[in-house]
Nanobody, 116 residues
Framework: QLRLVESGGGLVQPGGSLRLSCVASGFTLDRYAVAWFRQAPGKEREGISCIRSSGGITNYADSVKGRFTISRDNAKNTVYLQMNSLKPEDTALYYC?????????WGQGTQVTVSS
């Protein structure tokens, strides 16, 4: 079965850190650009970061720039999102998305809750 599986979410206090992982199952991730999205209750899904297949080019939404870092380990078929200095407004369901031309996959999401 071809799918993406996210993990690493949880409950963290403001100012804390989490690292999300996105693992590809059934296919090789190295040809795919990968992005992280998030969706908070009552809000639109928001693209927050992406990384090219080579890993050399990354982009971030202004809301997370300087706090989040995307990276990939193609040997482990995994893309990461390191999230530092977390804020309550970062609370959302976080999804990864992989695309290579017409081929694309979504994960099921992992919940991140930032609260004291």
């Amino acid at each position: 079965q071809l799918r993406l599986v996210e993990s690493g979410g949880g409950l963290v206090q403001p100012g804390g850190s989490l690292r999300l992982s996105c693992v590809a199952s059934g296919f090789t991730l190295d040809r795919y650009a990968v992005a992280w999205f998030r969706q908070a209750p009552g809000k639109e899904r928001e693209g927050i970061s992406c990384i090219r297949s080579s890993g050399g080019i990354t982009n971030y939404a202004d809301s997370v720039k300087g706090r989040f870092t995307i990276s990939r380990d193609n040997a482990k078929n995994t893309v990461y999102l390191q999230m530092n200095s977390l804020k309550p407004e970062d609370t959302a369901l976080y999804y990864c998305y992989a695309r290579d031309g017409p081929l694309n996959y979504w994960g099921q999401g992992t919940q991140v809750t930032v609260s004291s």
